[in-house]
């Protein structure tokens, strides 16, 4: 034994053939590692360690044992699962899925009950959305000429005039029409930056970013700036852009009442007390949100309040104000001017639309310089598609700035708002059919059925319908087919294809997809009005519009 | 531009006044000779074999984490510092007035301390139409990128940064024409949503004819291509829905999927068996928990892949499809009009009928020179999706100008307007593909994708190459796009060139030349020669191959497919 290195000290008491097995398998590793490069470093090190501690070189041995058989051995996870499947012979792998059947890609089984959508959906022929259009509907079938238009959301109609096609023509002739590139790889051209250094220049905010559509401007936007943990706190009458980016911001939803502030205080103080309980780590980011001009409705959020309840609670407010912008307030500037409020410090993001009272194309959101400079990166919606066509942007920003200097526009359309609203409100006749919903100066009119109505003629309420579609959901039906519900869709289609027949006037359902919304609805009718109309004209068509509507409902 | 302030604003510019010839030419370059042009083949329904991706040695490899590593402490660095000393310049990322900071230093750390020193490389405004040259306007970046100034000057690069395939990026000819026309007709706006006051009836031309030209039988056209996905999944999929979807699927279709709560799972990018394996087993397997089968499972793919310049496995899909009556998803963001000989996408180039795929989808922002997506399938399939999709009842439809665009544009890929004028655009942007792929290939740089792309991404790797690469090529006037992760794996930052009709030989020339000075200079030239079909490596003189490759390029045999 004397040409064998003594490793291990004396003291314990260990059988001599594990200390000779040890000591030849030492003796030969120590010297391939002699060979190794730093070898000579390391050998001294671990003898010296394993002469002071001799188990500790049992306890890492061991450790590393462990470590090589857990790199070794199969996820646990994956194991789990492989222990729940079934056992499963190759035939019986292939008679199940031979077995296996699909439905069809898209539910086909009440496409015959709802063909009428179809075919009522109008088609604009050779004529603009102007104030006159020939539409053709069901395929060519039915054509109505002239038509009063009743039903287009841009309710300024400035991009209809002469000046604003000029425009147009010279950015199409300097531009072309797209843009061919996401906002990241050169699709930002200058008229780009412009109109997003006027859109905040107008609204009064640090930064604005433009997106390609309106619809999925709050989605892409919210979900860039909430991950799980968030709070958002929102009105539950939202519009569907919200519901979808409520879901896309994985942030956990509380809903409050619909623009009842009492019902939000309550809310945001269970959240802060519950917060204040669990001592999260970091602050989470919190929201509340709302619309400015309801989509659904027509009524406007109480800012004021709003504005002093995210103070109090640490909250951020984010408004959609698709319909709000350039129709409320006395230049067009929305919700916060409507108020005498400054948008800067009263909303801290607001989403809004080119396409509706501006009258181009695209959406865009506004809000403080670090979260547009953010959104430029974080949000999706803007980073993997392509930029708006340039002529529009160069239409929007000559919108602006006519808004900033015109003061008749506005309010012109303001006044026909007041005008159709108190008309319809004011009407003792009407007051025992329909309900107005919408705000007095909203230049889209929303009316619905009074509830007693609906019960008597369709023998349903909006609470057994918002209960029968949540059932729906809750299953995951594939046909949410709802038949009193939709008798009442055919019931006020009936309405508007008299208007468009009897009186020539183009009004419209607020047509929405019951199996999107996950918040209560029910059908409603709008009219919406613009500041170009002739004040007669419009007059008039509000008295044929009660005309059908009481005639329909006496049938 | 008065205030000092103002010059961070990136300025208005003036059009050139230049004349029209001189215009003409630089938005689409008059082709110099036939000999320049090549008609795509099919591959007649052959399935694309497994591809060889090649890969750098070792040191590069190593040198990329290296580069990472010393980027990543760097700016932690940074970042312990700013936040302890320069509290005021880091309010973006503290909690302040007892709210939470719009981002948190984690999330935004690779965007602040990585991104940020090269945001010089990235959304760089131009000006006038992106055809053939772009004009950039010149900015000087201060302090690491915090902000720029514009002097005001612009310069005209060589443009292969757009997605401009056929060169319809145009300020002059008969789409333009149609698409000013269009505003006399029909006006600027769009009204409101589609079911209640949005759609004309060239919007149903345009429809109608998109769905001849792709070969089903209707198709529905949204005004945002992004949007077209993020919003068509939730119409008819649920959470008992499945979705096999490649790893490499753009985000807008990963929104999509998780708006309509279906369950994903994904296969390797191109992986036929690896989809396969995961189909039966999800059939067998059903539904987690519950074990029920899956009321539908669709299979998501795309076309071209933007960011590898890589098919879909078509003739594989629609075997594997049909063999286990799955739904097929193709979205031919890329291909549409750029690949197949007629420029009908995907299915087209590989000889398929577009039936066999249950849903078609595509974008006009790339091919068209317009903007917005559509989507094909069966009429009564869209007849049902009309009345279901989100964007149709509540969204904005397609502008007029740009209806006007889809239309006049297609007209000529198919030859109905400037007989002749479509076919040479798809000769040209097939030619002007094939060129630089080989180019570059034979050059020695390391490209990905298949030999028809007309995208092709070439490797740089470091993260410290991109600006360098990207800021060489734009003293030398020509215009890159630079991706790294996220949209890339970390260690595979890529520079990719988008093709187009408008190019002539001679651009590419002259780009072929410059990318390979820089290339030297930047040490790319790393292929090992596993892409070439001899599998020698490859570093031809650049003379030869500007004189060699332009007749080469048009046999398959240079060309791994």
């Known amino acids: 034994m004397s040409h064998i290195p003594q490793v291990l000290p004396t003291s314990i008491p260990i059988p001599s053939?594990?200390?000779?097995?040890?000591?030849?398998?030492?003796?030969?590793?120590?010297?391939?590692?002699?060979?190794?490069?730093?070898?000579?470093?390391?050998?001294?090190?671990?003898?010296?360690?394993?002469?002071?501690?001799?188990?500790?070189?049992?306890?890492?041995?061991?450790?590393?044992?462990?470590?090589?058989?857990?790199?070794?051995?199969k996820p646990q996870q994956k194991k789990g699962l492989q222990s729940n499947r079934p056992k499963l012979s190759p035939q019986e792998i292939d008679s199940l899925i031979d077995e296996w059947q699909p439905e069809p890609l898209v539910d086909p089984s009440v496409l015959d009950e709802q063909s009428w959508r179809l075919s009522s959906i109008p088609v604009i022929e050779n004529s603009g959305p102007s104030n006159h259009v020939n539409i053709s509907r069901n395929d060519?079938?039915?054509?109505?000429?002239?038509?009063?238009?009743?039903?287009?959301?841009?309710?300024?109609?400035?991009?209809?005039?002469?000046?604003?096609?000029?425009?147009?023509?010279?950015?199409?002739?300097?531009?072309?029409?797209?843009?061919?590139?996401?906002?990241?790889?050169?699709?930002?051209?200058?008229?780009?930056?412009?109109?997003?250094?006027?859109?905040?220049?107008f609204f009064g905010t640090e930064g604005a970013v433009l997106y390609g559509q309106d619809f999925c401007v709050a989605s892409s936007v919210l979900s860039a700036f909430n991950k799980r943990g968030d709070v958002i706190v929102a009105d539950d009458q939202v519009s569907l852009a919200l519901q979808n980016a409520l879901q896309l911001s994985r942030a956990t939803v509380y809903y409050f009442e619909h623009n009842n502030m009492q019902s939000l205080e309550n809310l945001l103080a269970e959240l802060t007390e519950m917060e204040a309980n669990d001592k999260p780590p970091a602050i989470p980011r919190k929201f509340i949100v709302t619309e400015g001009l309801f989509q659904n409705s027509g009524d406007i959020a109480p800012l004021p309040e709003l504005t002093n309840l995210k103070e109090k609670y640490k909250f951020r407010l984010f408004v959609d104000e698709t319909f709000s912008i350039g129709v409320l307030g006395e230049t067009g500037r929305g919700l916060p001017e409507h108020f005498g409020m400054i948008r800067a410090s009263s909303i801290d993001v607001t989403v809004g639309s080119l396409a509706t009272a501006i009258g181009s194309s695209g959406g865009f959101c506004l809000g403080d310089a670090v979260m547009a400079h953010h959104q430029r990166i974080g949000s999706n919606a803007y980073c993997f598609s392509a930029s708006l066509p340039a002529y529009t942007t160069t239409t929007a920003s000559r919108v602006l700035q006519i808004l900033n200097t015109d003061k008749v526009i506005v309010s012109k359309l303001q006044q026909f708002s007041k005008m159709v609203f108190d008309f319809f409100v004011n009407d003792l006749d009407l007051q025992k059919i329909i309900k107005v919903t919408s705000f007095e100066l909203s230049p889209v009119l929303h009316f619905r059925l009074l509830p007693e109505i609906r019960k008597a003629k369709f023998n349903y309420t909006a609470e057994e319908l918002f209960e029968t579609i949540s059932r729906l959901q809750k299953r995951n039906a594939t046909t949410k087919y709802i038949?009193?519900?939709?008798?009442?869709?055919?019931f006020l289609q009936s309405v508007v294809d008299a208007a468009i027949k009897k009186h020539g006037i183009l009004i419209s359902r607020n047509t929405i997809i019951l199996q999107h919304e996950t918040l209560p609805i029910v059908p409603s009718l709008k009219i919406c009005c613009n500041a170009k109309m002739d004040e007669e004209e419009l007059r008039k068509a509000c008295v044929a519009v009660k005309d059908v509507l009481i005639e329909a409902c006496q049938n | 531009m008065s205030t000092p302030a103002n010059y961070t604003r990136v300025p208005l510019c003036e059009p050139e006044d230049i004349p029209i010839e001189v215009k003409r030419e630089n938005e689409i370059g008059k082709l110099t000779s036939k000999k320049y042009l090549h008609k795509v083949k099919t591959l007649h329904g052959v399935p694309l074999n497994k591809p060889t991706i090649d890969t750098p040695p070792y040191y590069i490899s190593l040198l990329t984490y290296l580069n990472y590593l010393i980027l990543i402490i760097l700016g932690h660095i940074h970042d312990f510092l700013g936040v302890t000393f320069q509290k005021n310049k880091h309010l973006d990322i503290l909690e302040h007035d007892g709210l939470a900071p719009w981002y948190s230093n984690f999330e935004s750390f690779y965007i602040r301390r990585l991104k940020m020193r090269i945001d010089d490389c990235f959304s760089r405004p131009t000006t006038g139409v992106p055809g053939r040259f772009i004009r950039c306007i010149d900015r000087i970046s201060h302090n690491l990128n915090e902000y720029f100034t514009y002097p005001g000057t612009t310069s005209m690069c060589l443009n292969l940064s757009s997605y401009n395939y056929l060169g319809f990026a145009q300020s002059e000819g008969q789409c333009t024409d149609a698409a000013l026309e269009s505003i006399d007709q029909y006006g600027i706006p769009s009204g409101g949503p589609r079911t209640q006051i949005g759609t004309t009836d060239l919007q149903v031309r345009a429809e109608k004819l998109m769905a001849k030209y792709i070969g089903k039988e209707?198709?529905?056209?949204?005004?945002?291509?992004?949007?077209?996905?993020?919003?068509?999944?939730?119409?008819?999929?649920?959470?008992?829905?499945?979705?096999?979807?490649?790893?490499?699927?753009?985000?807008?279709?990963?929104?999509?999927?998780?708006?309509?709560?279906?369950a994903v799972r994904t296969f390797k990018h191109g992986d036929m068996e690896g989809l396969e394996k995961l189909i039966r087993e999800q059939i067998v397997l059903g539904q987690p928990k519950t074990n029920r089968p899956w009321k539908k499972i669709i299979i998501c793919v795309e076309?071209?892949?933007?960011?590898?310049?890589?098919?879909?496995?078509?003739?594989?899909?629609?075997?594997?499809?049909?063999?286990?009556?799955?739904?097929?998803?193709?979205?031919?963001?890329?291909?549409?009009?750029?690949?197949?000989?007629?420029?009908?996408?995907?299915?087209?180039?590989?000889?398929?009928?577009?039936?066999?795929?249950?849903?078609?989808?595509?974008?006009?922002?790339?091919?068209?020179?317009?903007?917005?997506?559509?989507?094909?399938?069966?009429?009564?399939?869209?007849?049902?999706?009309?009345?279901?999709?989100?964007?149709?009842s509540y969204g904005e439809p397609s502008p007029a100008p740009v209806l006007a665009q889809i239309i006049s544009s297609l007209e000529t890929i198919i030859g109905k307007r400037n007989p002749g004028e479509g076919e040479e655009r798809l000769q040209r942007i097939a030619f002007n593909s094939r060129y630089l792929r080989l180019g570059l290939q034979r050059l020695g740089f390391i490209v990905y994708g298949t030999a028809d792309s007309p995208v092709i991404p070439m490797l740089l790797y470091c993260p410290s190459k991109m600006p360098a690469f990207s800021r060489m090529m734009l003293q030398r006037k020509i215009a890159v796009v630079i991706v790294a992760y996220p949209a890339t794996p970390l260690i595979e930052s890529r520079v990719r060139f988008c093709m187009s009709?408008?190019?002539?030989?001679?651009?590419?020339?002259?780009?072929?030349?410059?990318?390979?000075?820089?290339?030297?200079?930047?040490?790319?030239?790393?292929?090992?020669?596993?892409?070439?079909?001899?599998?020698k490596c490859q570093r031809w003189d650049i003379e030869d191959v500007i004189e060699k490759t332009p007749e080469d390029c048009k046999d398959d045999k240079y060309f791994i497919l």
């Open chain 1, 17 to 73: 053939f594990v200390i000779t097995a040890f000591s030849y398998i030492w003796y030969y590793l120590s010297a391939i590692l002699t060979r190794i490069p730093g070898g000579p470093y390391v050998i001294p090190y671990i003898q010296k360690s394993h002469h002071d501690d001799p188990y500790r070189t049992t306890v890492e041995i061991g450790l590393i044992l462990y470590g090589i058989y857990f790199y070794l051995s």
């Open chain 1, 140 to 201: 060519g079938k039915e054509t109505f000429n002239d038509l009063f238009n009743l039903s287009s959301n841009n309710f300024l109609q400035l991009t209809s005039d002469e000046e604003l096609v000029q425009v147009a023509k010279k950015t199409i002739k300097n531009y072309g029409v797209g843009a061919c590139g996401p906002a990241g790889f050169y699709g930002n051209q200058d008229v780009h930056y412009a109109l997003e250094y006027d859109l905040a220049q």
């Open chain 1, 483 to 490: 038949e009193p519900y939709e008798n009442e869709e055919r």
């Open chain 2, 218 to 262: 209707d198709s529905m056209i949204f005004s945002m291509g992004y949007s077209t996905n993020a919003n068509f999944f939730n119409a008819f999929m649920d959470s008992k829905c499945l979705v096999i979807s490649d790893e490499l699927n753009h985000t807008s279709i990963r929104t999509g999927v998780r708006l309509s709560g279906a």
């Open chain 2, 303 to 392: 076309g071209l892949y933007s960011m590898e310049g890589t098919l879909c496995n078509l003739p594989k899909l629609v075997e594997l499809k049909k063999k286990y009556k799955c739904y097929l998803y193709v979205d031919e963001a890329h291909s549409i009009g750029a690949m197949g000989p007629t420029g009908r996408g995907v299915c087209e180039l590989f000889d398929i009928d577009p039936n066999e795929i249950d849903i078609l989808m595509g974008t006009f922002t790339k091919s068209f020179g317009a903007a917005g997506g559509y989507i094909a399938c069966d009429k009564w399939i869209i007849d049902r999706l009309r009345l279901d999709i989100n964007t149709a």
């Open chain 2, 501 to 535: 009709a408008s190019l002539t030989k001679e651009d590419i020339d002259y780009l072929l030349r410059h990318v390979n000075e820089v290339g030297e200079k930047l040490n790319l030239k790393l292929s090992s020669g596993k892409q070439s079909p001899d599998g």
